[in-house]
């Protein structure tokens, strides 16, 4: 064979070991961790994780078996051997004969056993371990989760004619509300780290119809919850020309159904692993009025929002009479949605907002948006709210916005969901939070 | 025709104006910004402007003419009339018998005028009224080239097993560099705005081998030039297991050359309305080491590193010699590029760095990095660097990183060379740096 010639043999990915099942005895090269290691008596199995996933390597000479020895689990090494058919190993193929080669020092053994089937160590453990939790399988599969729904939020996205864009974090004024922002100093002035972006989301509408981003969210949120962070990925959407906040509806639909399925086509090894229940999306999510909302979760009519507990009976109550696990909320109390909802013409106590519902959890909040500027003046007014810190926003509403509306999913809830997470913190890569700014 | 149902006529795009060619008198409904008028004695030309582009409105009717005088440019409206040929319209077709339908106020006459064919304004008045100015045609074109480069970017990468990650902002320790970091109160204690995700994507080799990152960078530059801005899109990419940073060489190629092709495939439109001269990307980019660089620059063999004027002279010389607007210097001295650059083991006054100059300005910088905790303690030790702050990043090291480098694209330099943008911040959506932090 090829073993004899100077080019390097080409590395093979351990979920394409598979593919030497009709060429036993072919040379292979895995490249890789060491995942694991068992000493029987006589010969080891080495497991070696790569990012395709997990493949076996039988060793049974002295000179390999002392050098595997001396690697601990994490090492990063090459291996060379023969590929040899066993039905016990992953994919069918395993590696034999191998001979090892360290790619760096060997690795001093991690805080977090990464071998074991699934994590033994508790959250706050893992969480200050981040950089070396992620690389086990487990949770590696929840974050190809979000990668995935990233992949099909912007597909279906750029086939319905929507311009990516990226706006600015570092804003001048705390908008969207004074609470719960950070401060920057900014070349000796201060600045605020954008809570949203909202504003420039709607003014971008002015340009391009319909735009999306992808990108963090600030919030100083002071309260220790599992589902909030103090920066999390908001995957914002915002559309022109509608006629009401039911066309925004119908996006949204169409986004989160392109999640889902892209999660099946590029994450189904994920999903597997994980035994994650992937939600389907009815081609028409059910929807109720707030009104409607607050009886169905057994609420006073004169709630003026819905609190958890309301929207863990309103999951409920969609899986049971829909067999869905999404559900709609419209029509909130114009008076508790931000200032910029657009109210219901013929009745303006209620606006044309609306929640989506994931398994009793809220993920996303849209509307329709106002877009004549003098009802933003009137309504900023009505709200005691100073006019000069949205000049710029306002500014556009002037030159002509047309009627528009959108929503934002933040990243984390939706696949904290998705694996029935405990704590959201479980599916960031690295939580931000009140006590939280590392690694 | 349908003009009598109760059903509304579908939209139809500008751009798909063209389609009803042999449907002439078919009743059109278009949706957009008025973003002209003309008026002729006895008939009005109104252009609409939507987000696929232009289409042009013949108006005659007295009621028409009357509606057509109330509704400045920028208001949005809902067109209504009958498709007619004319080849001097755009796409060949026109809308004619027209009725208006306003979707808002009539919109105030905008700061810039939006309808020449060129800006007229200059900088600052474009930068000021930036939620205006990018309705322009070119304006928007320019966003388009980004958008496209975008999905350009993710797509190379994607096909080549590459994770989509988004890693903090909020950091701990103003790691990369002391200077030009933004400070951030955090409930109540420091904390920092990252510079660059250089350390997580180097940490998240350890878990996906291959990561890519789409986000906000900041940078408190204290110098206002026509190249540098406060918070720019950094496109990053880091892969384990190379040999050198001629692999990581490889992969930028081929992001370039994505990029490059999905700007042909999505904004063909774009490219020319600009007459942007979109590069070549040959299939291997000319590299040479910095010594040969200095020579070439015509600079002293002693230099640290290159001047603007040095990268200028090099990119003149890549189209004189190699016919390319890309040309990559490698082997920058040690000591003058981030402690986290590999050097060459044979001789460690070079490093394993790299940049990439396009069209004589430099567009990305990369690198083979350390790999070895040893050789991170050595290095921060040699150059006076505290140990304390990098903790979580060496501890990763610790525990197995394989060999690895990367590389980080800035988004608006990109755009910036190719539309040979004189300043930066043509090309940024809404700017910011030393002086502006709205809108």
Known sequence: M?????????????????????????????????????????????????????????????????QVEQLGEETPVDVVGRASTNAQAPGGVEVVEPSFLALTDPAVTPPIELWRPTISAGLPAMLDHAQVTWRHPLQQAKWQLAAASLHGFRRTLDAAGFTEVHSPKLVESATESGANV???????????????????????????????????????????TVRHLAEYVSLDVELGFIDDHRDVIGVLRDVVAGMVAAIHERAAAAVELLGADIPEVPADIPVVHFREALEIAGASADEPDLAPAHERALGAWAKQTHDSDFILVEGYPTAHRAFYSHPEPDDP???????????????????????????????????????????????????????????????????????????????????????????
Do not use: C
């Open 182 to 224: 950070f401060g920057v100093d900014y070349f000796g002035r201060p600045a605020y780290l954008a809570q949203s972006p909202q504003f420039y989301k709607q003014m971008l509408v002015g340009v391009f119809e319909r735009v999306y981003e992808v990108g963090p969210a600030f919030r100083a949120e002071p309260h220790d």
């Open 2 to 66: 090829s073993s004899a010639s100077s080019e390097p043999l080409p590395r093979t990915l351990a979920a394409d070991l598979a593919s030497y099942a009709d060429k036993p005895g072919a040379p292979v090269r895995l490249s890789g961790w060491i995942h694991r290691r068992r000493r029987l008596s006589g010969l080891s199995f080495v497991v070696i994780r790569d990012r395709s996933g997990l493949a076996q390597v039988v060793v049974r000479s002295p000179e390999a078996l002392a």
């Open 349 to 439: 106590h209620w606006s044309r907002s609306f929640d989506l519902i994931f398994r009793g959890i809220e993920l996303v909040s849209g509307a329709q948006r106002l877009h004549r500027h003098d009802d933003y003046v009137q309504t900023l007014k009505a709200r005691g709210l100073p006019i000069e810190p949205y000049t710029g926003y306002l500014d556009a509403f002037k030159h002509g916005i047309p009627p528009h509306g959108g929503f934002a999913i933040g990243l984390e809830r939706w696949t904290g969901r998705l694996v029935e997470a405990e704590n959201i913190r479980e599916v960031t890569l690295f939580p931000r939070d009140l006590h939280r700014i590392a690694p």
